[in-house]
């Protein structure tokens, strides 16, 4: 299974900052996933990053505040941007390896 | 459409029990079954999951599921309950027509509750 690790492990943040998340894995991986887990729900796919290409965003989210690198195979950072209380969520990084995808730990995002 | 649904919000057993965590699933192809686990405050881990095969599958710290195609179910099970399975769970789907490129589409989680 991928190692995966992301920093900063939790944050806070005041209204209208941004803050961006790192996300590194310990292996090459064509893939990576930014998924949302707002208090007390479930996990959203919020884009699907290729390394050389843009990030592919799903319904919902969009690149103005939610940009994404990948400069490459085992990196990449997503931005929330302009925050406001309602960003206030875990957010974590994903890889696919042998058709299983495996979670980082998770930052976990307190906006004010 | 593909989607997950966990009908409980909360299973509880004791100790020592035999522990069920109900899951069904809708895609419109074959599909790619999985079980993750989060204790608090961690990411989610990953526990089983079925791809194609044997319809009981087995994972780590003791659990396993069972595929079931005809009720389109996928119920996580543990013979014998232990304090430290106390958790949220959450069921996801893939179709299996999408390979690495398919998102997760997961369920709403169970918090399982074990008493000494």
């Known amino acids: 299974s991928a190692v995966i690790s992301q920093k900063p492990s939790r944050d806070i943040c005041q209204r209208g900052t941004s803050l961006t998340i790192q996300c590194q894995v310990d292996?090459?991986?064509?893939?990576m996933f930014w998924y949302r887990q707002q208090p007390g729900q479930s996990l959203t796919l919020i884009a699907t990053?290729?390394?050389?290409?843009?990030?592919?965003?799903e319904s919902g989210f969009v690149i103005d505040k939610f940009p994404i690198s990948r400069p490459n195979l085992t990196f990449s950072t997503l931005t929330v941007s302009n925050m406001s209380p309602e960003d206030s969520s875990i957010y974590l990084c994903s890889v696919s390896s042998l058709e299983t995808q495996y979670f980082g730990p998770g930052t976990r995002l307190l906006v004010l | 459409a593909q989607s997950v649904a966990q009908p409980e919000d909360q299973v509880n057993v004791a100790e020592g029990n035999p522990l069920t965590v109900k899951c069904t699933y809708s895609v419109s192809g074959n599909p790619y079954l999985f079980w993750y686990v989060q204790y608090p405050n961690r990411g989610l881990q990953f526990l089983l999951k079925y791809i194609t095969g044997d319809n009981l599958v087995k994972g780590s710290y003791g659990f396993e599921a069972e595929f079931n195609k005809s009720q389109t179910s996928f119920h996580l099970k543990k013979p014998s309950a232990l304090v430290s399975d106390s958790a949220l769970y959450f069921c996801?789907?893939?179709?299996?027509?999408?390979?690495?490129?398919?998102?997760?589409?997961f369920g709403q989680g169970t918090t399982l509750q074990v008493k000494p």
């Open positions: 990053a290729n390394q050389g290409s843009e990030a592919t965003y």
């Open positions: 996801a789907v893939r179709d299996a027509g999408s390979g690495n490129t398919g998102k997760l589409i």
């Open positions: 292996s090459q991986v064509t893939m």
